[in-house]
């Protein structure tokens, strides 16, 4: 109900409020222009303050809005709640967008007028630094010159453009983000603003990076020990009758070595697929975890003759694994500790057990990693970039073997600096007899 006590003023002193005659004020009131509310069986009309005060903050035409309105029965009260649930929709849409999304206004020559604060966070720059700018501030220069004139000639002529975008935050730090930009027009349909919304793809964009990193790795390092393989297979069926044994004895163990590298590269790709499809299987049973590291041990040494792995402590704990997806992790500690170690030769294996877990590392005196790389490492497709020029691998080695430690209930982690070795660790669950 209409608050009837409220509306005290009658249209007299609604025309001297308002400096108009009292036919315009009838004549508008009538039309829908003034708010107001017809009392009594005479029809006197009665305005609040806030209904004359609308008036004068109104930027419409009165008697065009008339004119416009003429045929329409007018219900001010009906319109206001329609309005009052428009800016509300309005309000929520905007939210929700907010919360999301990265939004930028500009003009129609790319100035910034407005951004939320999404936008603030990811470019690292305020918004004092923004507005009044154009979005050159955050050009990474990735994009060639093409390509930015087709952005600018799609939503010039009034269409949207959809795209992906690679941009430089303050610290100089790249991302990459999935662009909507949307042209707002007049009424003679040119752009007089734009309205950009972008969504943050940079974890996508790298792992796809990695993807294609990946490819082409994979396929030099799977091609490197088939060439080989196939070249000393050539020299000893070559050599077969007339070398000596121990010359054709040094051709299979070649042959041999490369066949267990390949062996190993595939095996790893197949962990992945599994891994990716949960459907990784574990055989699990009662083992001592001190037969799992000595039969690791006797595996991984004859690959090397520079070093010598020396474990530390034998203590004999009981563990519920799978005995032959642990040891795969172990030897990937053991080959990557030899590996990464080209000029040390010592490599340890140690053994702790507390009440509730059994902790086994592999230490080698080697070339280290940089702290800000501990947890990359651990990463699909990872490799560190000032290495992987001068040692082979795939980055997939430490992926599947964090995988397999935590599908056992257990954790892997590094200890490492840059030049003065590595620690690598996981822990497994003692088994515990009921």
Do not use: C
Request: hydrophobic letters at 35%; aromatic letters at 8%.
């Amino acid at each position: 109900m209409e608050n009837l006590t409220s509306r005290k003023m009658g249209v007299k002193a609604a025309s001297e409020y308002l400096g108009v005659s009292t036919s315009t004020v009838r004549r508008w009131a009538q039309g829908g222009y003034l708010p107001g509310i017809k009392i009594g069986h005479r029809g006197v009309w009665k305005f609040t303050e806030n209904d004359l005060n609308t008036v004068i903050k109104n930027p419409l035409d009165p008697e065009e809005f008339i004119h416009n309105h003429k045929d329409v029965p007018y219900n001010w009260a009906s319109t206001k709640k329609t309005y009052e649930q428009i800016v509300k929709e309005l309000s929520d849409i905007k939210y929700a967008v907010d919360q999301s999304s990265i939004v930028a206004v500009t003009d129609k020559d790319g100035i910034i007028l407005h951004v939320n604060q999404k936008f603030t966070e990811i470019s690292k720059y305020s918004r004092e630094e923004l507005i009044g700018k154009t979005h050159r501030v955050i050009n990474s220069k990735y994009h060639s010159k093409v390509f930015m004139k087709d952005l600018w000639d799609t939503i010039l002529s009034g269409k949207v453009w959809h795209g992906e975008l690679k941009n430089k935050d303050k610290e100089g730090n790249f991302y990459w983000v999935a662009t909507t930009i949307t042209p707002f027009l007049d009424e003679k349909g040119r752009p007089f603003q734009f309205i950009a919304i972008r969504n943050d793809i940079t974890e996508r964009k790298m792992i796809e990076e990695r993807k294609d990193e990946f490819i082409s790795v994979a396929s030099h390092e799977l091609k490197t020990p088939l060439t080989s393989l196939k070249l000393n297979l050539q020299l000893l069926e070559r050599e077969l009758k007339k070398a000596p044994a121990q010359k054709r004895d040094a051709y299979l163990n070649k042959a041999l070595t490369y066949t267990n590298r390949l062996s190993r590269l595939i095996g790893d790709l197949l962990d992945i697929s599994k891994i990716q499809s949960g459907i990784v299987e574990y055989e699990m049973g009662v083992v001592d975890i001190d037969s799992i590291i000595k039969s690791s041990i006797y595996s991984v040494q004859p690959t090397s003759e520079k070093h010598k792995i020396v474990q530390k402590s034998s203590p004999h704990v009981k563990v519920k694994v799978d005995k032959q997806r642990i040891e795969q992790v172990l030897n990937n500690m053991l080959t990557n500790a030899i590996k990464y170690s080209p000029k040390s030769k010592d490599i340890i294996v140690d053994v702790v057990k507390d009440s509730d877990y059994v902790t086994i590392s592999v230490k080698d005196f080697g070339i280290g990693i940089d702290k800000n790389m501990h947890n990359k490492i651990f990463e699909k497709y990872y490799r560190v970039k000032e290495v992987e020029n001068s040692f082979s691998g795939l980055g997939v080695g430490l992926y599947v073997s964090h995988e397999i430690i935590k599908n056992h209930g257990g954790t892997m982690w590094v200890e490492s600096a840059k030049g003065k070795g590595s620690t690598f660790y996981f822990n497994l669950p003692i088994h515990k007899s009921k």
